[in-house]
């Protein structure tokens, strides 16, 4: 089966570093995915990661372990913009399946 | 006009109703996507397109049915739904759906309450 867990909910000061974990286990795998959602928008999408190791993008980074299903997302230099739903999807084998997690909301705080 | 769009972007609809969702994508890519978004659980992908081709249909009840007449456009028919098909419905499209960094780019999103 196809499954994948992130916190619900996680709090953070402006300013700060803050990790999303995301633990998945899928049938196939080809590629490991964030996507940012603002309230009342769509996804849009953060980063990739379809070998082991970090991706770096300016303040956010994404790192990913195949061998323990497990990815996370960092964000450095909190903002108060970067107060949103985080979603970890991942790719099937095939390419034709992509399954979501259910969110990790982020609140960041003054 | 740029990105994904879709229309419209509220629907109020009764159980006997029938109503389609409208997505155009004006990205150039060759795969489509509808997704569910119910409040607390997962994005659930429903359908997808590739080259105007059905390849997945998630175990979808008949009551959705999706329409892909090209590339660039996307339907979801809508009939004798239930309150609890209430949610966010998202279209998104890609550029190539087997190739590893394919990324998709999300509309808005339907708003759809179903009385």
């Known amino acids: 089966g196809q499954n994948i867990d992130q916190p619900t909910e996680m709090t953070a000061t402006e300013g700060a570093i803050v990790q999303i974990n995301c633990t998945y286990q899928?049938?196939?795998?080809?590629?490991l995915f964030w996507y940012q959602q603002h309230a009342g928008e769509a996804p849009t999408f953060l980063s990739y990661?379809?070998?082991?190791g970090l991706e770096e993008k300016g303040r956010f980074s994404s790192f990913l372990s195949r061998s323990k299903g497990y990815s996370y997302l960092l964000l450095k230099e909190l903002q108060m913009k970067d107060s949103a739903s985080y979603l970890c999807?991942?790719?099937?084998?095939?390419?034709?399946?992509?399954?979501f997690g259910p969110g990790t909301r982020l609140s960041v705080l003054p | 006009e740029t990105g994904v769009t879709q229309t419209p972007r509220h629907l109020v609809m009764g159980m006997t109703n029938k109503k389609s969702l409208k997505c155009e994508q004006h990205?150039?890519?060759?795969?489509m996507y509808w997704y569910k978004q119910s409040a607390k659980k997962p994005l659930e992908l429903m359908f997808v397109?590739?080259?105007?081709?059905?390849?997945e249909n998630n175990s979808v009840p008949s009551r959705f049915s999706p329409e892909c007449p090209n590339s660039s456009h996307l339907f979801l028919h809508l009939h004798t739904l239930q309150p609890e098909d209430s949610a966010l419905y998202l279209c998104?499209?890609?550029?190539?759906?087997?190739?590893?960094?394919?990324?998709?780019?999300f509309g808005p999103g339907t708003r759809l309450t179903v009385l």
């Open positions: 998104a499209s890609s550029q190539l759906i087997a190739e590893s960094t394919d990324t998709q780019y």
């Open positions: 990661n379809v070998l082991d």
């Open positions: 899928t049938s196939g795998f080809n590629g």
């Open positions: 990205l150039g890519h060759n795969a």
């Open positions: 999807a991942s790719r099937d084998n095939y390419g034709q399946n992509f399954v």
């Open positions: 397109y590739n080259f105007k081709e059905q390849t």
